[in-house]
């Protein structure tokens, strides 16, 4: 028979991994341990004084007593307020400099009854590490899933919750990257569209996720122009690589500095004299994807 009219649509969960791991692959900085490890030593919440936290855990739906794996846990962001707030909480994170400093948060915080660290990574045999199915009434992954395999992710987070699991991923081309700057010197930018592989495989496992989209606000500050210049210029230079759209070096180089020009301002809270911020401080997005167990 012939197949005339039939085009090739994803239909599996494992098509949209496919999927997935073909647009993971034009990244060329994959962020291994040894990335995260370094940024431990100068990592603090992104976000304070905006309400991340709170949006991300509303969507958690915490209930009194309920246990918690914070996979990606980081420096505590969400393993500290949720271990307060009385709920015995595994903090996992393949970066041992992400869970130092979270240890030492706990200390300080007088929480180690309530809060247990595991380094573990996503591509990890999670059942070797000592995990089993439904051992956590939530588990989530906050701003935490960097993987060629989502799916995996996925299944590893619903295997091991009891009730429900939640996620973020960027709704936006990258957390690193300023959308409004490459828009503004000429890119055709599109969102990542990460949530909706999620949506699409978890939909395809028999899930009936909810999504919502939480807002986040950074302040970058930069030591001179030509740092400034130098982050600028990369962010616009990896776009282009994976997005497939070309602006001549020259030209490119040309609008990026003009760009920060018309958009530093000094910083005048920062506290080394000469630092420059950004006049509109840089928003973002974060898809978060929500799912109770059926
Ligand atoms: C942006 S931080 C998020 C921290 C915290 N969850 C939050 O929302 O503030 C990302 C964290 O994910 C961890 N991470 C990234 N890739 C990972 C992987 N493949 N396996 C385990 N942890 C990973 C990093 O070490 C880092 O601590």
């Not at 393993?79 to 909480?89: E, L, N, R, S, W």
């Not at 300080?108 to 070797?128: F, I, N, P």
């Not at 429900?164 to 409004?180: E, M, N």
Request: hydrophobic share 40%.
């Amino acid at each position: 028979m012939e197949d005339a009219g039939c085009i090739a649509v994803p239909r599996t969960a494992e098509d949209w991994n496919a999927l997935w791991h073909q647009k993971q692959s034009l990244h060329s900085t994959a962020h291994g341990a040894d990335y995260w490890n370094a940024r431990a030593r100068t990592y603090t919440t992104k976000d304070a004084p905006n309400s991340y936290t709170a949006r991300f855990l509303e969507a958690a739906q915490l209930r009194p007593g309920d246990t918690v794996l914070d996979m990606g846990c980081g420096t505590g962001n969400l393993t500290i307020p949720v271990a307060k707030a009385g709920h015995q909480v595994l903090a996992a994170d393949f970066s041992s400099g992400m869970l130092a400093k979270l240890e030492a948060a706990v200390q300080e915080s007088g929480l180690q009854e309530r809060v247990r660290t595991l380094q573990l990574a996503w591509d990890d045999d999670w059942e070797a590490a000592g995990l089993h199915e439904g051992q956590f009434d939530v588990c989530f992954a906050s701003r935490s899933i960097a993987t060629e395999d989502l799916l995996g992710a996925l299944s590893k987070l619903d295997w091991a919750a009891r009730r429900r699991a939640c996620i973020t991923l960027p709704y936006g081309v990258s957390p690193r990257t300023d959308d409004r700057m490459l828009k503004e010197i000429g890119f055709d930018v599109q969102p990542s569209y990460d949530g909706a592989y999620a949506l699409a495989m978890l939909s395809a496992l028999g899930q009936t996720p909810s999504v919502s989209h939480i807002p986040t606000t950074r302040t970058d500050v930069f030591a001179s122009i030509d740092e400034a210049f130098e982050r600028y210029h990369r962010m616009a230079v990896e776009y282009e690589r994976v997005a497939c759209e070309h602006i001549p070096e020259a030209d490119l180089a040309t609008r990026v500095r003009a760009w920060l020009d018309e958009n530093l301002v000094s910083a005048a809270d920062a506290s080394a004299p000469g630092a420059l911020t950004l006049a509109r401080p840089r928003e973002s997005y974060w898809t978060c994807i929500c799912w109770d167990k059926r």
